[in-house]
């Protein structure tokens, strides 16, 4: 595992409770993120393959959200506290520990992957092989979900999230990644900074061709 990795499955350990009585209570989930997920849900639906990936779920309250929303989906988290946690809270869905680097799935199997904030932790130089990672698991016609801080600069930002370094995003930079990953990133939804962090909130809804 890279050394990143690690930092920042340590620093998420270290702040699951906290992390978790800011952000799980799934009536408190932003209106946008609702929004997405169900658009999203009722897209992986009309595929006819439920199987769906929360990666990098946390505690878990979005993937029971897709289940809500009636897919057969399941969450992975490098950080054990959280899977952990995630496991309490929803005893009836599956949880694991796993990178989302080197997903334990099967290729070609899902039909849809949501990554919701995962991937702001991942260098830039390393996105493209965390995209390609995520097509592979992807039944043709497959939906990835994708959600990020934003910026308008030209290129990706680093800045001190509280728990781990991690980046911003131009959003045709970011969708310009997916197309290169051989996904078509047809929908996008783009806000006002939902926290005091500043930076706009960026949700790009994408299929494999
Ligand atoms: C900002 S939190 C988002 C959690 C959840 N998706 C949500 O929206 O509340 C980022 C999560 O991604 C996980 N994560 C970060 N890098 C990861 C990686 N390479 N593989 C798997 N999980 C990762 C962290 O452990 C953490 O739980």
């Known amino acids: 595992m890279a050394e990143h990795q690690q930092e920042t499955r340590a620093a998420y ?22 929004a997405m997920l169900s658009t999203f849900a009722e897209l992986v639906r009309g595929t006819g393959n439920l199987r769906t990936a929360d990666v990098g779920c946390g505690p878990g309250h979005l993937t029971a959200m897709l289940d809500d929303l009636e897919l057969d989906a399941f969450g992975l988290d490098l950080s054990p506290a959280m899977v952990d946690h995630a496991r309490r809270a929803h005893p009836a869905l599956r949880f694991d520990e796993a990178r989302m680097e080197a ?8 039909g849809g992957v949501l ?21 592979r698991v992807l039944a043709p016609e ?18 001190d999230h509280k728990v781990a370094p991690a980046y911003s995003w131009p959003v045709d930079r970011f969708a ?34």
């Open 176 to 209: 310009e990644l997916l197309v290169g990953a051989g996904l078509d990133p047809f929908a996008r939804l783009i806000h006002d900074p939902a926290s005091e962090r500043g930076f706009l909130d960026a949700h790009l809804l994408a299929r494999l061709h």
């Open 115 to 135: 990554a919701h904030y995962s991937m702001i932790h991942t260098p830039p130089e390393e996105l493209p092989a965390l995209l390609a990672e995520q097509v």
């Open 142 to 159: 497959g939906l990835l979900l994708v959600s990020f801080f934003a910026t308008d600069t030209p290129d990706p930002v680093r800045f």
């Open 103 to 110: 997903l334990p799935v099967e290729d070609g199997t899902l």
């Open 13 to 34: 350990d270290g702040v699951v409770e906290l992390y978790a009585s800011l952000f799980a209570d799934r009536l408190e989930t932003r209106p946008f993120t609702r």
